[in-house]
């Protein structure tokens, strides 16, 4: 379709009759080319008969699942991307779909919006991998041309004396240097080039003289970029009397090349990303779920035979789990929004010291299960400029983790400390505060400080009751500070305790 929103072709398979019409409705009209199917054998034939971009189906259908189907189609083309549709309560779909490393899963019953979005961040990675294909091709192709030219001479040729003087210049280098050939003639090269690139080129010519035949990169005074071949100048009876050298301008070469490599490089982060957010998901998801299986199927079978505290035990594991669970969807939510650039940021001056006593009342059950103090250390006139919402989540997942890794009768201090330019450097004013969160717990060594905050690194750690996280509250703790223009460290010591610091800006 011309015109159409999302340049690609969509393949849309949905086995009921009135979810199919209401999502072809949606986004028919958006897309290049729209191919729909009741089926997934009807699927497969249009997949394998048509160009294909992405994906869009339904899971539970009658005969062949939109598991099994999509598994057939990427036999076929590994780099489809895949967006599943499910009902929530399909956690085996969910973790199949993980398996599967689908790209994107949208809970039923759909909305217009999430969809649109979710069609819109795979159209992105189709046309940004598209685009560095194209790119690397361009590369290629403009290296082909560079080395013909570098075989036809249709590039800068120089001879030079022992000297260093140019004896010899052809007609390109009168463009290269917008100087002419007379006045190049008896001069040296060395003034054209920057001050890094004349101690290179002194260093070069010197072991050319020797007899070494190189090839080298210079840049010059106007940043044009040149790549070189030199070699010894011989007469007749085989002494070195100079350099003879080809050059090219090899600028926007060198700009494509890094242009290629930051988008490879911004891929790889991406994909690495995403298998690490799916390993999460697929094992710290998973295990509360088999445990709250496991005591439910228990209490079911046996619950007249265990006695009321066998019961409430029972049932406080349970709650613990559900607990646990909950907070880890919330963080994984959290953390995807945060990804996809679709949480609000709305800063404004809050009262640090009511923001702490909030956070405190959410989690003095959890504080008070293991005899954990903690104390607020904030005066009651602090008033910081940040996003509500973002400062409740940084607090609570930063005490958290304290409680988690703070044994029985600990205690937690939680205070701050305004800053002037002082010690750490920010991106902030001149003055804004430093936060911090400290413990008596068991601290940390020093290379798991330097990787807590990194999700390519982090590393889940049970708490001193065996408690179990997944890590990514300190990393939405990292990007929600960083989106402040703060930043955030930790100082700790092995069986010391540790301490949590962040800044944020003074209102």
């Not at 057939?72 to 399909?90: G, R, V």
């Not at 779909?93 to 069609?119: H, N, T």
Request: hydrophobic share 40%; net charge neutral; charged share 30%.
């Amino acid at each position: 379709m011309e015109n159409a929103e999302f340049n690609i072709s969509l393949l849309y398979v949905e086995d009921e009759d009135e979810a199919r019409k209401g999502v072809s409705e949606m986004i028919s009209r958006r897309v290049g080319n729209f191919y729909v199917a009741e089926n997934a054998n009807k699927a497969l034939e249009i997949f394998k008969n048509n160009k294909v971009d992405l994906l869009l189906s339904d899971i539970k259908m009658p005969g062949m699942d939109g598991l099994v189907m999509a598994e057939e189609m990427k036999k076929i083309k590994p780099e489809l991307k895949i967006i599943m549709m499910s009902a929530f309560t399909d956690t085996a779909y969910l973790l199949k779909s993980i398996d599967l490393q689908v790209d994107g899963y949208i809970v039923k019953p759909v909305r217009k919006q999430k969809l649109l979005s979710a069609i819109k961040k795979q159209v992105d990675i189709i046309i940004t991998e598209e685009t560095i294909k194209e790119q690397e091709q361009a590369l290629k192709e403009s290296e082909e041309k560079y080395r013909s030219f570098l075989e036809d001479l249709q590039d800068v040729a120089f001879e030079t004396n022992t000297h260093g003087e140019v004896v010899y210049a052809n007609k390109i280098a009168e463009s290269v240097l917008n100087i002419s050939r007379s006045e190049i003639i008896g001069k040296s090269f060395s003034p054209f080039f920057d001050k890094e690139s004349q101690k290179k080129a002194a260093d070069i010519y010197k072991k050319i003289l020797k007899g070494e035949s190189l090839e080298y990169v210079l840049t010059q005074m106007n940043g044009k970029v040149f790549r070189y071949k030199s070699a010894p100048r011989m007469d007749a009876r085989g002494g070195i009397i100079g350099v003879f050298g080809i050059a090219r301008e090899i600028t926007d070469f060198i700009k494509a090349e890094q242009k290629i490599q930051n988008q490879n490089k911004q891929l790889k982060e991406v994909n690495a990303t995403k298998d690490k957010f799916f390993s999460i998901i697929a094992h710290d998801l998973k295990s509360p779920f088999n445990t709250m299986l496991g005591f439910s199927k228990l209490l079911l079978e046996k619950f007249e035979k265990y006695d009321v505290q066998k019961q409430k035990q029972f049932l406080g594991i349970l709650r613990d789990d559900i607990q646990n669970t909950y907070k880890l969807l919330e963080n994984l939510l959290l953390w995807s929004r945060s990804q996809r650039g679709t949480i609000d940021f709305h800063p404004e001056n809050i009262s640090l010291y009511l923001v702490l006593v909030e956070t405190i009342d959410v989690l003095k059950h959890t504080a008070t299960s293991k005899s954990i103090t903690i104390k607020n250390k904030i005066a009651e006139n602090i008033i910081v400029k940040a996003d509500f919402s973002m400062l409740l989540t940084i607090l609570r997942n930063l005490i958290s983790n304290a409680i988690k890794f703070t044994p029985k009768g600990g205690i937690i201090e939680v205070g701050c400390r305004h800053v002037e330019t002082y010690g750490r450097t920010s991106l902030q004013a001149n003055t804004f505060f430093e936060i911090y969160v400290k413990d008596s717990g068991v601290g940390m060594e020093k290379q798991k400080q330097l990787e807590i905050f990194n999700i390519l690194e982090n590393i889940s750690t049970s708490g001193t009751e065996g408690e179990t996280g997944t890590g990514l509250g300190l990393i939405l703790c990292k990007e929600f500070v960083e989106k402040h223009g703060g930043e955030i460290w930790v100082e700790s010591e092995l069986g010391k305790g540790s301490r949590f610091s962040f800044t944020l800006a003074q209102a």
